[in-house]
């Protein structure tokens, strides 16, 4: 559908420039600017492709040539991606798709399953990331050249903070990552872990192979291919029925993405503050939402951010821990105590 609508704007968009675009206004602010060079972003890439090998093939992490397959992937479902992302504000990540090659090209090996995810799977996310940054400062009417480097010392810096940041945590937090700290245990890792686990040391063949008690999810393919398909073939046949634009199968899905990380409440807060947010603020407070929806949303945000920083280093870094109360988890932490329940579904209690 979208090749055929949408494939020759792509192609004239992918080899215009910024002074092609003569009726769009910011386009021709932004002309009075020179434009990055592509060399700059293929020295950078080649660069980084270099140091991956490198890294891959001393630190014997996976075979280096697996990063073609790695970076193939991610170019390909970049479009996609890119498309869904544009229209819905949502990303689809490529973590089970990489996994699933990874587990099939490198069986056995849990971390060359990880490493390969990583540059299939965060090279796509991050391509994205970097795209959305270059829209927002087209809009914000900052010189492209300027983006472009301040996007590399951010990422630069990232790296360093991050890496810092996970050093001090791992050696100053006792118990981290673990279920004797139920402040701190590190969900995503956890989930990122089991996953080297399934795709990798046990593998998709054996884990979803024929005469698996999992095969049968393999379906789920298949189902997410068609399922687009109807949705759109029914706007197309019921164009007057207005609701069947709202449905969007692969935003429903990829949102169950997270499920296996995310707390027992995550969903419900989310569905809550967005359904007071965009549809009854939108429909009756309309100038209000328009206005102050997408800060609001920010500021939502970047107080989250901030308050985990301040409870942290005022609080738990001086041994100071919060009332245990249903609010806050409970005493298993998550607010769902049959999660940590055994196989007989009996709860252990302290």
Request: with cysteine; net charge positive.
């Amino acid at each position: 559908y979208y090749q055929k609508s949408k494939g020759k704007t792509i192609v004239k968009q992918f080899r215009s420039s910024l002074k092609d675009n003569i009726g769009d206004v910011h386009a021709n602010l932004m002309s009075r600017y020179p434009e990055a060079p592509e060399w700059w972003y293929t020295t950078l890439f080649i660069l980084a492709f270099i140091l991956a090998a490198i890294v891959c093939y001393y630190g014997e992490l996976m075979p280096w040539h697996y990063l073609f397959v790695a970076v193939s992937i991610a170019f390909i479902f970049l479009l996609p991606t890119g498309i869904v992302q544009a229209v819905t504000n949502q990303s689809i990540g490529l973590n089970v798709i990489t996994e699933f090659v990874a587990g099939i090209v490198i069986p056995g090996d849990p971390l060359a399953n990880v490493t390969f995810k990583t540059y299939g799977y965060i090279t796509q996310y991050q391509a994205l990331l970097l795209i959305s940054d270059l829209k927002l400062g087209h809009y914000m009417k900052i010189p492209p050249r300027a983006m472009f480097i301040t996007q590399l010392i951010g990422t630069i810096i990232a790296g360093i903070v991050n890496f810092l940041t996970a050093n001090y945590l791992m050696n100053n937090i006792p118990h981290i990552c673990t279920r004797e700290n139920p402040r701190w245990t590190c969900p995503n890792a956890n989930t990122f872990f089991s996953a080297s686990i399934i795709w990798g040391a046990i593998g998709p063949i054996k884990m979803f192979g024929k005469g698996s008690i999992y095969s049968h999810l393999l379906y789920g393919f298949l189902i997410g291919a068609i399922l687009p398909i109807i949705t759109w073939s029914l706007t197309k046949k019921y164009p007057n029925i207005k609701w069947l634009r709202h449905i969007h199968f692969p935003i429903m899905l990829s949102a169950t993405a997270i499920m296996p990380p995310a707390p027992p409440g995550n969903y419900p807060s989310w569905l809550l503050v967005g359904f007071i947010f965009n549809f009854i603020l939108a429909r009756y407070a309309h100038t209000w939402w328009k206005r102050y929806a997408y800060v609001f949303s920010a500021a939502m945000d970047s107080g989250v951010a901030v308050g985990v920083i301040i409870i942290f280093f005022i609080l738990q870094n001086n041994k100071i821990e919060f009332p245990t109360w249903w609010g806050t988890g409970g005493y298993s932490g998550d607010g769902c105590p049959l999660s940590h329940a055994n196989y007989y579904g009996i709860i252990p209690r302290e």
